[in-house]
Every structure is written in C-alpha cells, then in structure tokens.
T-cell receptor, first 114, second 117 residues
Framework: DQQVKQNSPSLSVQEGRISILNCDYT??????FLWYKKYPAEGPTFLIS?????DKNEDGRFTVFLNKSAKHLSLHIVPSQPGDSAVYFC?????????????FGDGTTLTVKP | DTGVSQNPRHKITKRGQNVTFRCDPI?????LYWYRQTLGQGPEFLTY????????KSRLLSDRFSAERPKGSFSTLEIQRTEQGDSAMYLC???????????????FGPGTRLTVL
C-alpha cells in the first residue's frame, strides 16, 4: 500500500510557464511534507516544505499548497526554467508521533523546454 | 563543503561478498537516515539513528543488513552475502531534530551506487 502517490510520471512545460506537480497521500498521521529535486547520479536536494498547520508556503519561484481535507499537495514553479528539468519527489512524515522516516512518492520527471 | 558525504560513490561486487558503506552527516545534525532507491521509484526508508541510538528499522532491512553509528557521528551500512536484488542506490540523509526544531528536514548525500554481479 503506497501511502504517498505521484500519479503523473512525467510533465513537460514550456520555459516561462507554470509547472504544477501533484502528490496525494493516504496516511492521516502525516503532518510534515517536503519536495525534493533530483538530478541523475545525485542525491535528492531539498526544495521546500510545509507543515500541516499551514496551507501554503512560498520560497521564490516555488510554492507548495496543502489541502488536508483532500490529502493532496502540489508544487508550483513559476516561471519554469530549463534548469528545473529533473525528477521531483514528494515526501511526508509524521512528526507528532516522533517518527523519523519520510515516505516518498515515486517521482515526477519534469522537462522544461526552451 | 559541509554537506552529507558518502563513500564510496560506486561499488561493484560479486554475489555473496560483503560490502560496507560510510556516511558522514552534516556535523551538527543529530539524526542520520539510510534509504535505498531503485530505478523508477522513490527512496525507501531502511533505518535511522538519533545520536548513536538506532530508533527504527524497516522490514526491508533483512538480517543481512546492519547499520551502526558508534559515536553519534558517521555511520556505516554493511550488507553481508550480497544478492543481485541488493543492487540499488543507497542514500544517507541527516537532520537536526528536537529542541526548538519543529521540523525534520532531511538533507541527502550523493549516494552509493551498488551493483551486485
């Protein structure tokens, strides 16, 4: 049973447009969510996070939205740049239970075309 | 560079051999994690430490796998009697948790790519 799902394996957008990456989760104990970017042959790089007490967090071109009732979060990248082309992973953890591990989705490959 | 480091970056071994990987976390971080990633999937949790205590182990971590963090600093992950199914990227991450920190953002190293022939 996959508790974090990224249903779109790939996404292609034009440079300058908005990229929207989606993530769904099933475990109601998750209260902290993160997005990571990964290039080939490298480890995941932290991008942005959000606590369940918020519904939005913004950092430059990156914004994460959390809809707790729908158990859904999304990452918006505006404007998209060719250097954003990578695999994006959504992750979730349950900090209230002091659980340390993060549960990851299988990733979405974003391609930004010049 | 004060990020998470892992050694070696690549390891090729024959089935049945033992391998050991090392992870050096960010120096002030008290938590250290091991994950495994195979092609087309996200990282899967294996185990984590808070200081030198191993707090949780995944069911994925069979008895052939053992991890240590003896002094609460670097960690080693050993795989005994490797099998072809062990071929994967082994990722280490660290975080600062507790005290005023109300989050647990994990920062990853570059990974060790294991190939078992």
């Amino acid at each position: 049973d996959q508790q974090v799902k990224q249903n779109s394996p790939s996404l292609s957008v034009q440079e300058g447009r908005i990229s929207i990456l989606n993530c769904d989760y099933t475990n109601s104990m998750f209260d902290y969510f993160l997005w990571y970017k990964k290039y080939p042959a490298e480890g995941p790089t932290f991008l942005i996070s959000i606590s369940s007490i918020k519904d939005k967090n913004e950092d430059g071109r990156f914004t994460v939205f959390l809809n707790k009732s729908a158990k859904h979060l999304s990452l918006h990248i505006v404007p998209s740049q060719p250097g954003d082309s990578a695999v994006y992973f959504c992750a979730a953890s349950a900090l209230r239970t002091n659980a340390g591990k993060s549960t990851f989705g299988d990733g979405t490959t974003l391609t930004v075309k010049p | 560079d004060t990020g998470v480091s892992q050694n070696p970056r690549h390891k090729i071994t024959k089935r049945g051999q033992n391998v050991t990987f090392r992870c050096d976390p960010i120096s002030e971080h008290n938590r250290l994690y091991w994950y495994r990633q195979t092609l087309g999937q996200g990282p899967e949790f294996l185990t984590y430490f808070q200081n030198e205590a191993q707090l949780e182990k995944s069911r994925l971590l069979s008895d052939r796998f053992s991890a240590e963090r003896p002094k609460g600093s670097f960690s080693t992950l050993e795989i005994q009697r490797t099998e072809q199914g062990d071929s994967a990227m082994y990722l280490c991450a660290s975080s600062s948790f507790g005290g005023r920190a109300s989050t647990d953002t994990q920062y990853f190293g570059p990974g060790t790519r294991l190939t078992v022939l």
